[in-house]
C-alpha cells in the first residue's frame, strides 16, 4: 500500500501502520464531506484511534440527525470516486496562520499557537480541501475502499469541560469490504449481548431522565442478581479475615482535601453542597472513610493486617457521553476493601489479594484477561501526589512483588492512581474492548497524611502501608460484564429466576400453583406464569426473554402421576419427581461432608464443590448433633473420584479438621426423613432445615 508522507515522498507503507494510515485519511475525507455539506463548520481535531476515527466539528447552532450522518457518508463515497490526489505542503509559521485565517480555521490557529516551538506546519490537500497535518496519507482518495460513519457525540474543545462542546462525528474504516462486513457482523452481536438491552427485557434495571443521567435503579429481578454477587464476595472476604463496615456516602471537603482527592480528582467530583457554614460532597471513592476508622482507635503491630471491606456506595461525575448502562454510570456500588499492614506483609497480603481474584475469576470463568502494573506519569505533577521518593519506592515494592509472585504483568505509564502504582486486571469481554474489572493498589501516601500509626515490636510508632483493592470492581460493572458475557443466561444460583412453573392450561393451573408453593417452600426462586396462553409462547418468553434456567412443563399427564416435566436450556425435557429436581437442581452442591471439628470436639456439615474449595473455606457450617450423626454413620456414599479426593484432603489440612464419611445430598436427607419414625422428628426437621438452607447459600457455580 502506498503512502505519501509530509515531505512529498512516496513509500510503501509498513504493515503495521496501514489501518492507521487508512484511518486517518477517511477523517480527512469526512471532514471534506462535511465541509461540502455545511460550509460554515469550523474543525478541531480529527485524528485516527484504535478502532476507528473521528473529527470534532463546530457546527454552530446545527443538530445532526442519523440522516444527516447518512448524507455525510454518501458524500464521502462521491469524493472517493473523485480519485481527488492527496499532496502535503509545508508553509513558516506566519503563512501557515494566514492560510488558516482566510479558512476561518479558528480552532487549528488556536492549536498552532499552543505549539509555540514550531517553525513550520505541514499541510496536506485534496481537491478543495485543506488539512494542518503532520501525515502520511493515502496517495489518493480512491484507496479508500471501506468505511462507515457509525455515530455522533459530543467532545469539549481540548477535552476541557470549560470549553465549548463540539460534535465528534465518529467512523471506521478497513482494507476492504470484508473487514468491513466482519465487523459489522461483531457489531451485531454487540448489540445483541448489550446489558442495555438485555437488562430492560428482562427487567433487571432502568433508567430515567427525570431521576437523572447515569443513575440507575434495580428492579426487583436486577435486585435479586445484585445481593447474590455481594453475598458471594462478601462471603469470600470473611473467610480470610476481613471486617464489613458501613460508612456515609457523604464527606466534608476538608476530608477530601486532607486525603488529596480535592486536589488531584475534584473534576470527576459532583460540586460541594454547604450546609451550616461546611462544606460537603458526595464522595468519589470511600478510602477516607476507612482511613478514619483505622484512626479511631491506638493500634498495635498485632492488630496488622487489619482488613476493612465495604460494599460502597460512590458518586463520580461522568461526563454524559462516557455513560452506559450500569457498566458506567454516575453513582454505583464498589467491592472496595482497605488492608493495613506492616511493610513486611506487604507480599504475603498482595498475594491474598491475588489469589482471590484469580479464585473469582475460576469461579465465573473468567479466562481471557491480563495484569498491568499501572505506574505515574513522573512529568504529570497536577494528576499525581509530588513526592519521587514516596513514588519510586511503591512503584519498586510492587513491582518486585508481582515478580516474585511470578505474575506476568506489563507496565503503562500515567495510568497510576494518583497516590500510589496498582496492580489492574483487564478483562476481554465477548465484544468491545477491554477494561478493568480487579485493582488493587499499594498506598504509602494516604496512611501519611492522615497520621495512621501502630505500635512496633519495639514500641516505636511506624506508618501502616495500606492496599487498596477491588475483586469485582462495582458490583454495577460486574453485573454488566455477566450479562453480556452470559446473554443474560445466568448460572442457575444467580438467576433471578431459578425455575418457571408453566402450566398448559387452566386444568392444570391448580397442580402448578401447589408445585410452585413447594418450591418456593425449598428456597427455590420460581415464578408461575398463569397467563391465558398457549403453552408455546409461554416456553419462548421463559427461555428468550426471562432466561431461566429450569421450565416445568405441567399438563394433564403430570398432574395425574404427581411428577413434573423439566425443560432446560438445551430444550432438554426429563420427567422425574419434584423432590429429585428440588435435590438433583444445580443450584445447590453436588456433596456434603461430614467433618469432626477436633478443638470443638462436635460434627458439622461442609459442602464440597465441583470447581474445588472456593467457597468451602468460609467453612459457616452448621454443629451436626452426634446422635443423628451416629444414625448417618451407616449410610455411606460411593468414594470420591480422584479430584474430589484431592479436594477434600485439602479441606482436612486446611482446617485442621479430620474428615469422616461423605454423603450425597440426596442421600443424606432421605436418611435424615427416615430417621423421623423413630428420632425426636424436632431434631431431625431442625438439621434437615440447617442442611437445605447451607445447599441454597453455597451454590454450585457451572
Not at 47 to 59: I, M, Q, R
Not at 262 to 291: I, Q
Not at 473 to 480: P, T, V
Not at 640 to 662: C, H, I, M, P, W
Amino acid at each position: 500500500m502506498k503512502i505519501i508522507y509530509k515531505d512529498g515522498h512516496v513509500d510503501e507503507c509498513p504493515q503495521d501502520q496501514e489501518l492507521h494510515v487508512i484511518r486517518h485519511t477517511a477523517a480527512h475525507i469526512m471532514a471534506q464531506a462535511i465541509k461540502r455539506l455545511y460550509p460554515e463548520a469550523d474543525f478541531a481535531f480529527g485524528p485516527a484511534t484504535e478502532n476507528g476515527f473521528y473529527y470534532d466539528v463546530d457546527l454552530g447552532d446545527t443538530k445532526l440527525t442519523d440522516d444527516d450522518l447518512a448524507n455525510i457518508e454518501k458524500e464521502m463515497r462521491k469524493i472517493c470516486k473523485e480519485n481527488l490526489a492527496i499532496k502535503p505542503f509545508i508553509l513558516p509559521r506566519d503563512e501557515a496562520v494566514k492560510l488558516m485565517e482566510e479558512r476561518q480555521e479558528h480552532y487549528k490557529i488556536e492549536h498552532m499557537a499552543d505549539l509555540a516551538d514550531e517553525t513550520e506546519f505541514s499541510f496536506f490537500q485534496q481537491g478543495e480541501y485543506v488539512d494542518m497535518c503532520i501525515g502520511p496519507h493515502l496517495t489518493y482518495t480512491k484507496a479508500l475502499k471501506a468505511f462507515k460513519i457509525t455515530q455522533q457525540s459530543g467532545a469539549y474543545w481540548k477535552n476541557d469541560k470549560e470549553n465549548k462542546m463540539l460534535t465528534r462525528i465518529n467512523g471506521v474504516a478497513f482494507h476492504n469490504q470484508e473487514e468491513l462486513e466482519a465487523w459489522e457482523k461483531e457489531q451485531q452481536e454487540a448489540r445483541e449481548r448489550d446489558h442495555r438491552k438485555i437488562g430492560k427485557e428482562m427487567g433487571l434495571f432502568m433508567t430515567d431522565d427525570l431521576v437523572g443521567r447515569g443513575l440507575p435503579m434495580f428492579l426487583p429481578a436486577g435486585y435479586t442478581v445484585w445481593q447474590e454477587l455481594e453475598n458471594y464476595i462478601k462471603e469470600k472476604e470473611r473467610a480470610r479475615g476481613y471486617l464489613h463496615v458501613m460508612t456515609p456516602c457523604i464527606g466534608t471537603v476538608n476530608l477530601y482535601k486532607t486525603s488529596g482527592h480535592w486536589d488531584h480528582y475534584r473534576e470527576n467530583m459532583f460540586p460541594a453542597m454547604e450546609m451550616e457554614g461546611e462544606s460537603y460532597v458526595l464522595r468519589p471513592m470511600n478510602c477516607p472513610h476507612h482511613m478514619m476508622i483505622y484512626a479511631n482507635r491506638p493500634h498495635s503491630y498485632r492488630d496488622l493486617p487489619m482488613r476493612i471491606g465495604e460494599i460502597a456506595h460512590d458518586f463520580r461525575y461522568e461526563s454524559s457521553g462516557t455513560l452506559k448502562g450500569i457498566e458506567r454510570g454516575r453513582h454505583f456500588c464498589q467491592n472496595d476493601a482497605h488492608l493495613f499492614c506492616t511493610p513486611e506483609q506487604i507480599k504475603s497480603e498482595v498475594a491474598d489479594v491475588c489469589n482471590l481474584i484469580f479464585e473469582t475469576y475460576k469461579d465465573f470463568k473468567i479466562t481471557d484477561y491480563r495484569c498491568v502494573l499501572s505506574l505515574r506519569d513522573p512529568a504529570d505533577k497536577k494528576k499525581y501526589h509530588d513526592d519521587d521518593a514516596m513514588w519510586n519506592h511503591a512503584e519498586n515494592a510492587l513491582r518486585e512483588v508481582l515478580t516474585e509472585l511470578g505474575i506476568h504483568f506489563t507496565e503503562e505509564i500515567g495510568e497510576a492512581a494518583f497516590y500510589g502504582p496498582k496492580l489492574d486486571v483487564n478483562v476481554k469481554p465477548a465484544v468491545g474492548a477491554e477494561y478493568t474489572l480487579s485493582t488493587c493498589q499499594l498506598d504509602f501516601c494516604l496512611p501519611a497524611k492522615f497520621h495512621l500509626t501502630y505500635v512496633d515490636k519495639d514500641g516505636s510508632e511506624k506508618t501502616p502501608v495500606v492496599l487498596h483493592r477491588a475483586i469485582l470492581g462495582s458490583l454495577d460493572r460486574f453485573m454488566a460484564y455477566l450479562i453480556e458475557e452470559t446473554k443474560g443466561k445466568f448460572p442457575t444460583w444467580l438467576a433471578p429466576v431459578q425455575v418457571k412453573v408453566l402450566p398448559v392450561s387452566e386444568k392444570t393451573l391448580e397442580y402448578a400453583e401447589s408445585i410452585t408453593e413447594k418450591l418456593v417452600e425449598a428456597g427455590v426462586r420460581v415464578a408461575l406464569d398463569d397467563d391465558n396462553q398457549k403453552i408455546g409462547y409461554k416456553i419462548r418468553a421463559a427461555q428468550q426473554v426471562d432466561r431461566v434456567p429450569y421450565m416445568l412443563v405441567l399438563g394433564a399427564k403430570e398432574a395425574e402421576a404427581g411428577n413434573i416435566s423439566v425443560r432446560d436450556r438445551k430444550g432438554e425435557t426429563t420427567t422425574m419427581e419434584l423432590d429429585a429436581f428440588i435435590l438433583n437442581e444445580d443450584r445447590h452442591t453436588n456433596n456434603i461432608a461430614v467433618i469432626r471439628n477436633e478443638k470443638a470436639g462436635d460434627f458439622r456439615l461442609c459442602p464440597i464443590f465441583d470447581n474445588g474449595l472456593s467457597l468451602l473455606s468460609d467453612l459457616n457450617d452448621y454443629p451436626l448433633d452426634k446422635d443423628i450423626y451416629e444414625c448417618i454413620n451407616d449410610v455411606r456414599a460411593k468414594p470420591f473420584s480422584t479430584d474430589f479426593s484431592e479436594q477434600t484432603e485439602a479441606a482436612s489440612q486446611l482446617f485442621g479438621s479430620r474428615l469422616k464419611f461423605n454423603f450425597t445430598k440426596v442421600q443424606l436427607l432421605q436418611k435424615l426423613r427416615g430417621l423421623r419414625d423413630y428420632y425426636d422428628g424436632g431434631v431431625v426437621e431442625r438439621v434437615e432445615k440447617t442442611l437445605l438452607e447451607q445447599m441454597r447459600r453455597h451454590s454450585c457455580l457451572f
